[in-house]
């Protein structure tokens, strides 16, 4: 009898280290989990950030590219009509007008009356 209740006790004692091993490995497997688990999270958060800073980046680039677009507009006018006044300017006619006009120059002989609207005067 002697032999049985040793070898209960060793069974007792292997079904126990037997029942601490599986609730060891839980514990170890569920500690991956969650470190998976957290791990996993933070690449996403990392991934989502980096996805909202580049639309940010790329919502910005677009203003200033649609900015840019509008200055090219207005400088590409500018140039046409400078460009169509130089063209006048090269015409004798239209030259002699505007040095008339704006500079009050006469031809010999010739005599210039203001007839421009003085009410500031009176």
Not at 58 to 63: C, E, G, P, S, Y
Not at 76 to 102: A, I
């Amino acid at each position: 009898m002697g032999r049985k209740v040793k070898h209960t006790y060793q069974i007792a004692s292997s079904e126990k280290s037997v029942f601490k091993k599986q609730r060891h490995e839980r514990k170890v497997h569920v500690r991956r989990r969650r470190l998976y688990a957290a791990l996993f999270g933070f690449i996403v958060l990392l991934t989502g950030m980096q996805i909202t800073k580049m639309t940010i980046d790329t919502h910005n680039l677009n203003v200033q590219a649609e900015e840019s677009q509008q200055k090219l507009d207005t400088l590409l006018q500018k140039q046409h009509l400078l460009s169509n006044e130089e063209q006048r300017l090269n015409d004798p006619d239209y030259l002699q007008k505007v040095v008339r006009d704006k500079y009050l120059y006469s031809k010999p002989n010739e005599v210039i009356f203001d007839i421009s609207d003085n009410s500031q005067s009176k």
